[in-house]
């Protein structure tokens, strides 16, 4: 069989069904349902096999951040393949566009993060992390110091290594984790916060880090990881208190920070990254998404100075196949040259940013809307059937959300649930005039769900 976009769409689905197997999915759910077959995308608009023009209010996975749909990444890629279109950097060879793109990050990156090491995208980047901050300690003669601190509900990625990094209980479950990984809990005022205020639960879940670094031993701990604004979890957002007391204790006990930016960097939080808009000073960053805004698979750990000089004090056995990919490099470059001249970033914080925030804090008059949180262009939202006592469905957990995303679906508004949070994240290009149109979809999706 030769297939296309032109076969109807129930062949396409049936196909899909019989040996496409979805992440995250229950799969043969999923086959009965059958899915939605995306065909074209431009702009912030994604279209379907049946002709829907779909309002794409996740960008994608958070990645699409210039923008479906331009041509001067699709020439670059061709270009690049056209010339060289795979070689490695193992073996004392290196090529152009991973020379650019490694002094593109250095420059863009905060403070003396001028060090890069490439993967295929976010989750073997954190991967890289663990060994990255493990061996740091060996080379410096403490090789004890290997439990790395993270969050329960924080999202580091899919493989065994990243995922034991994130506090994802479900993918716990299946499959297990590595050892030498402790979870404390996460910044989650709505949920967990009981009867203190933001502010002081900001501070108390702050100082669980420095309870586990006590418990465990100041010299076991290698590093604490955490994305700045928790995003698969829900778009959680930290009190202000939360990330100074992070930072305070890091320094104390001199133990390395890592921080995820896979979904917060590259414009999504109104700047470069994540930890300019939150304050933080990390040795490590973890990028992946909007470095390439998702047209090709790219991931790096971003790395300070003294760490890599450390590291660099014997070889460093890891690396991928894919790792500085010379076509993802030279689209990824283009794409940076974008978000730069086209000053994507300063729409965000000058126009698109304070537009979405007022119509998204504008839904706390809608009776199932508890909390609105937003930071740039990523927010969330909390249903509830109670918004003074902060109450959960009586339903299992979760049902109103999904119900309130397949409202969504149907109303043709991409926007995704976690349990009953509702979450956005659209490209960082969107108009006020396609937020306004976003925004009757939500209202009217909301209105069904309730
Ligand atoms: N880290 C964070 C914060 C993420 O949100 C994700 C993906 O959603 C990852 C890591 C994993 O990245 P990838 O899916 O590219 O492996």
Redesign the pocket.
Known sequence: VTITNHMPTAELQALDAAHHMHPFSANTELGREGVRVITRAKGVWLTDSEGEEILDGMAG??CVNIGYGREELAEVAARQMRELPYYNTFFKTTHVPVIALAQKLAELAPGDLNHVFFSS????A?DTNIRLVRTYWQNKGQPDRNVIISRKNA????SVG?SSLGGMAGMHAQGGIIPNIHHINQPNWWAEGGDMTPAEFGLARARELEEAILELGQDRVAAFIA?PVQ??GGVIVAPDTYWPEIQRICDKFGILLIA?E??CGFGRTGNWFGSQTLGIRPHIM?V??GMSSGYVPI?ASIICDEVAEVIGMEEFNHGYTYSGHPVAAAVALENLRILEEEKIIDHVRDVAAPYLKQKWESLLVHPLVGEAKIVGMMGSIALTPDKGTRAKFAAEAGTVGYICRERCFKNNVIMRHVGDRMIISPPLVITPAEIDEMFVRIHKSLDEAH
Request: charge should be negative; hydrophobic fraction near 25%; glycine fraction near 22%.
């Open positions: 996975l958070w995208g976010g989750s073997d954190n999202y580091h990625g899919s990243s994305e995003g698969a995820d896979v979904i973890t992946a998404k991931g």
